[in-house]
T-cell receptor, first 112, second 117 residues
């Protein structure tokens, strides 16, 4: 079956630091990959996505590259801000399903 | 895209009671879903709300505990019945709708934070 593994949090960084949140997956077929963000007290929002190998999704300074050879979709940002503090979920859709498989989420805390 | 609202945004309930959560979408959608997010955990799909027929429940979830209504293409309710403290979670409504271009994406409501005492 499909599964998504994310690095455990919380990840604590100072403002302007470099961010990496690791995500690896197992899936049948050729999945589409997603990162969702959940700000405190809110629902999930789609942050970025990639639908085929070597695609790079990007949004709001965040990037992730679909790496088929390593089955990974790591989230990166060059310089984080306090406002980026949130929980980040990696997810995939595969096998003809329209329902995402989510990772456990990684909490990011950015200090001024 | 789709904009989703949920009511209530949060509630504190006594064990043994029931709570009905409403989900309203600003456009007609075919697929609507209900998720549970327990503290510190990822999202777990409870069921797919089907318009005009019974909801489709995932393993571990049953209609008697989580009855769902879907009277039309823009609205659904989830009831958490005979609540216990283990039901304390965030309940999220989600829909599948057109994103950019020809792709479909999942959109989520803001969630209902339920605490059972």
């Amino acid at each position: 079956g499909n599964s998504v593994t994310q690095m455990e949090g919380p990840v604590t960084l100072s403002e302007e630091a470099f961010l990496t949140i690791n995500c690896t997956y197992t899936a049948t077929g050729y999945p589409s990959l997603f990162w969702y963000v959940q700000y405190p007290g809110e629902g999930l929002q789609l942050l970025l996505k990639a639908t085929k190998a070597d695609d790079k999704g990007s949004n709001k300074g965040f990037e992730a590259t679909y790496r088929k050879e390593t089955t990974s979709f790591h989230l990166e940002k060059g310089s984080v801000q306090v406002s980026d503090s949130a929980v980040y979920f990696c997810a995939l859709i595969s096998g003809g399903s329209y329902i995402p498989t989510f990772g456990r989420g990684t909490s990011l805390i950015v200090h001024p | 895209s789709a904009v989703i609202s949920q009511k209530p945004s949060r509630d504190i309930c006594q064990r043994g009671t029931s709570l009905t959560i409403q989900c309203q979408v600003d456009s007609q959608v075919t697929m609507m879903f209900w998720y549970r997010q327990q503290p510190g955990q990822s999202l777990t799909l409870i069921a797919t709300a089907n318009q005009g027929s019974e909801a489709t429940y995932e393993s571990g979830f049953v209609i008697d505990k989580f009855p769902i209504s879907r009277p039309n293409l823009t609205f659904s309710t989830l009831t958490v019945s005979n609540m216990s403290p283990e039901d304390s979670s965030i309940y999220l409504c989600s829909v599948e709708a057109k994103g950019g271009g020809f792709t479909y994406e999942q959109y989520f409501g803001p969630g209902t934070r339920l605490t059972v005492t």
